[in-house]
Antibody, heavy 115, light 115 residues
Framework: EVQLVESGGGLVQPGGSLRLSCAAS????????MSWVRQAPGKGLEWVAN????????NYVDSVKGRVTISRDNAKNSLYLQMNSLRAEDTAVYYC????????WGQGALVTVSS | QAVLTQPASLSASPGASASLTCTLR?????????IYWYQQKPGSPPQYLLR?????????GSGVPSRFSGSKDASANAGILLISGLQSEDEADYYC?????????FGGGTKLTVL
């Protein structure tokens, strides 16, 4: 059974940093692109970033470029999202997903940026 | 103008069919794109339903009933999610997504009410 479990969310002040993790199981992690998608409270879905199987290619939505870094550790079956210079508009539930098509989603991690 | 446009809401009766549209911005040809569809119920992460580019390039999500199907309307430059035999449990938000310029792009979502 494919499982994706996000962790690392929480309350952070504007300008602060946070690192999200996504633990994957039930499939060969190193064979898939992985993605992050977020959803602000009461709003729609926004694609954030994705990373190639070997980490050699990464893509980001314009609103996070330069502040957010996606990475992965295939030995640990884990995906990460390092977020710096956080803003109020980054407040959202962050989901990790398998593949570019997000065939499987985690339960999400809530990130709240507020003073 | 947004890359993808979805009607904000749609209502349909139990047992009927519902056609949810995802219109691509003028100048972006729907014919070349895979369109991904997701269902999200309150308090839950999105669930992958299917992807559709053509009848020879399509994929149904794991465990997704066949009454959910995809198609395109080239004249409207739109992707379509057809839900037949509507059930009360189909009441949810539905999102489409495409890959455009190396980034994922979601539509704003359609709230489907079954009444």
């Amino acid at each position: 059974e494919v499982q994706l479990v996000e962790s690392g969310g929480g309350l952070v002040q504007p300008g602060g940093s946070l690192r999200l993790s996504c633990a994957a199981s039930g499939f060969t992690f190193s064979s898939y692109w992985m993605s992050w998608v977020r959803q602000a409270p009461g709003k729609g879905l926004e694609w954030v970033a994705n990373i190639k199987e070997d980490g050699s290619e990464k893509n980001y939505v314009d609103s996070v470029k330069g502040r957010v870094t996606i990475s992965r550790d295939n030995a640990k079956n884990s995906l990460y999202l390092q977020m710096n210079s956080l803003r109020a508009e980054d407040t959202a539930v962050y989901y990790c997903g398998r593949n570019t098509g997000m065939e499987y989603w985690g339960q999400g991690a809530l990130v709240t940026v507020s003073s | 103008q947004a890359v993808l446009t979805q009607p904000a809401s749609l209502s349909a009766s139990p047992g009927a069919s519902a056609s949810l549209t995802c219109t691509l911005r003028s100048g972006i040809d729907v014919g070349t794109y895979r369109i991904y569809w997701y269902q999200q119920k309150p308090g839950s992460p999105p669930q992958y339903l299917l992807r559709y580019r053509s009848d020879s390039d399509k994929q149904q999500g794991s465990g997704v009933p066949s009454r959910f199907s995809g198609s395109k309307d080239a004249s409207a430059n739109a992707g379509i999610l057809l839900i037949s035999g509507l059930q009360s449990e189909d009441e949810a938000d539905y999102y489409c997504m495409v890959w455009h310029s190396s980034a994922g792009v979601f539509g704003g979502g359609t709230k489907l009410t079954v009444l």
